[in-house]
C-alpha cells in the first residue's frame, strides 16, 4: 500500500461529498460500469449479468449474505489480488469473510480519516474502540501509524474498562452505544471523570436519549456511524448530525421484491464502487432504513430512520407476519437508555429496559405498550415490563433490541408498518 494512494483517496472522498447530486451520479455511473465489469470476471455474477446495463441495474436480483456463505469463492474476481480480508461479526449467523482489493484498504483508510477530520479532529488525537477483543489493529486502519485505535474488549468487566480507558489517555471513542453508556455510566458518577473530544457510535441504533446522556457525562458531541464489514464505512454524521452515505457506495432503499423505492422506509441495499477483487452487487444488508435530506450543503444521499436489522419476524395472534422493525419505535423515548422487546408468545411481549433515571412511570409504561400494540397492526397483544442495571449481550456483544422465540412459517409475507404514511 503505497502511503500516497492513501492521500489522493482521502482528497478525492473529500471533494466527492461536496459534489451535487446530478454529479455524482455521473461520477458513480463511471465506477459502476468498471465494477460490473470485474463482476463479470466471477462465477456468481457472470451469467446473471448477461444483458445487464446501468439502465436496468437495479432489475438485477439481490444478493444474499446466504449466497456469500454456501460459496464465497464464487465472489472472488481471479485477476484481480486480494491483498486483506475482514469478517463480519457473526451477530445474526455465520461469520462472513470478505476479502478486499488494495483499492478496498486505500479507501477504508481514507474513509476513516475522513470522517474524523470533517470535525476537528488531528492524526495525533488517540482513538478508543470497543470492539470484541483486545487485538493490535490492522494494516487497513492505520495511515502511517496515524490513527491507530486502541482496542478495547466490549466483554471485559466495564469497571476495569474505564481504568483503562483512564489510563489511555483516549480522547475519542467509539462504537456500540451500549458499551458506551456503561462506561458514561461510570464517568457521571466519578469524582475525576474523563472529558472526551467526541464519541463516535455504531453496531446498534442510537437512540437520543443515549447520545445526551453519553454526550453530558463525556462532555463531547456524539455522532453515529453507519458501518458494515463487508463495505467498512457506509455512512457518518455530518456536524448537523444527518447521516451521508460514502459516496463510494451505491445505496438503494429498496421494498420487499428488491425494487428501489425513493420514500418510506426499506431494505439498505448496497454496490460497493472500489472492490473488484471481491465485487458485491446489490447486496441486501438486511438493514432497515428511508432517505432524507440535509442543508450541510453536502451532496451525498442522507440516511435517517437507521433501525438496524429486522432480526426477527413477529408472529401476530391472527397468524399474520409483521416486522420487528414495526415495534421497535422507542428511539425518541428520552427516560430510556437501553431496551430489549421479546416476544414470548404470540401475544405477550416483555419489554426489558435500563431506565435513564430512577425509573418509568406507569404513564410511559403506557406510551411504551402503544407503540408496540400499534407496530403489532392493531391486533391485541400485553407487554410486560422488567427492570434492569444493564442488558445482556449477545454472542458479538451487540445488544438486540427485539428477539421472538415464535418461529414464522417458511416464506411467509411480512409488513413493515412506515411511519412516514401515518
Known amino acids: 500500500m503505497n502511503p500516497l494512494e492513501v492521500l489522493w483517496q482521502f482528497f478525492i472522498l473529500r471533494s466527492e461529498q461536496w459534489k451535487t447530486p446530478d454529479e455524482l451520479e455521473v461520477i458513480q455511473a463511471k465506477k459502476l460500469n468498471q465494477i460490473l465489469l470485474s463482476a463479470s470476471k466471477t462465477e456468481f455474477y457472470k ?9 436496468n441495474f437495479h432489475g438485477l436480483p439481490l444478493t444474499s449474505k446466504e449466497d456469500i456463505q454456501k460459496n464465497p469463492k464464487s465472489f472472488l474476481n481471479p485477476e484481480i489480488p486480494i491483498a486483506a480480508c475482514t469478517k463480519t461479526s457473526g451477530s445474526t449467523g455465520t461469520p462472513m469473510s470478505i476479502s478486499l482489493d488494495n483499492a478496498s484498504v486505500v479507501h477504508a483508510i481514507a474513509m476513516r480519516a475522513l470522517s474524523t477530520t470533517e470535525f476537528g479532529f488531528g492524526p495525533l488525537d488517540k482513538f478508543a474502540i470497543f470492539g470484541v477483543d483486545r487485538k493490535p489493529a490492522p494494516i487497513y486502519r492505520s495511515f502511517l501509524g496515524t490513527y491507530q485505535p486502541l482496542f478495547f474488549s466490549i466483554f471485559d468487566d466495564p469497571s476495569k474498562n ?36 467526541a464519541a463516535f457510535c455504531g453496531g446498534e441504533p442510537l437512540t437520543n436519549a ?10 463531547c458531541e456524539v455522532f453515529d456511524h453507519y458501518g458494515l464489514a463487508e463495505f467498512s464505512t457506509v455512512a457518518f454524521e455530518c456536524p448537523k448530525h444527518n447521516l451521508h452515505v460514502n459516496t463510494s457506495l451505491l445505496v438503494e432503499i429498496a421494498d420487499q421484491n428488491g425494487k428501489p423505492i425513493q420514500s418510506g422506509v426499506g431494505q439498505v441495499v448496497i454496490t460497493s464502487l472500489h472492490n473488484k477483487a471481491m465485487p458485491l452487487l446489490r447486496y441486501a444488508t438486511g438493514d432497515f432504513a428511508s432517505f432524507g435530506t440535509c442543508s450541510c450543503g453536502r451532496g451525498s444521499k442522507v440516511l435517517k430512520s437507521v433501525h438496524g436489522r429486522k432480526d426477527d419476524l413477529i408472529v401476530l395472534p391472527s397468524g399474520r407476519v409483521c416486522s420487528a422493525l414495526n415495534i421497535n419505535r422507542m428511539d425518541d423515548l428520552t427516560y430510556l437508555l437501553e431496551f430489549k422487546i421479546i416476544q414470548e408468545k404470540e401475544d405477550l411481549f416483555v419489554f426489558h429496559y435500563v431506565p435513564n433515571g430512577e425509573d418509568i412511570s406507569a ?13 403489532c397492526l392493531g391486533e391485541t397483544v400485553s407487554v410486560e415490563f422488567e427492570k434492569y442495571i444493564s442488558l445482556k449481550k449477545d454472542k458479538s456483544g451487540k445488544l438486540s433490541t427485539v428477539v421472538s422465540k415464535i418461529v414464522p412459517k417458511e416464506n411467509v409475507e411480512y409488513k413493515i408498518w412506515n411511519s412516514d404514511d401515518h
Open 363 to 375: 404513564s410511559q409504561k403506557k406510551e411504551i405498550t402503544d407503540l408496540i400494540q400499534k407496530g
Open 210 to 219: 443515549a447520545r445526551k446522556f453519553i454526550s453530558d457525562s463525556f462532555s
Open 47 to 55: 451469467n446473471l449479468l448477461s444483458g445487464v446495463s446501468l439502465d
Open 162 to 197: 474505564y481504568e483503562y480507558l483512564q489510563k489511555s489517555k483516549a480522547n475519542i471513542i467509539g462504537w456500540y452505544p451500549s458499551t458506551i453508556t456503561s462506561l458514561a455510566r461510570i464517568n457521571a458518577e466519578s469524582e475525576n471523570p474523563i472529558k472526551l473530544k
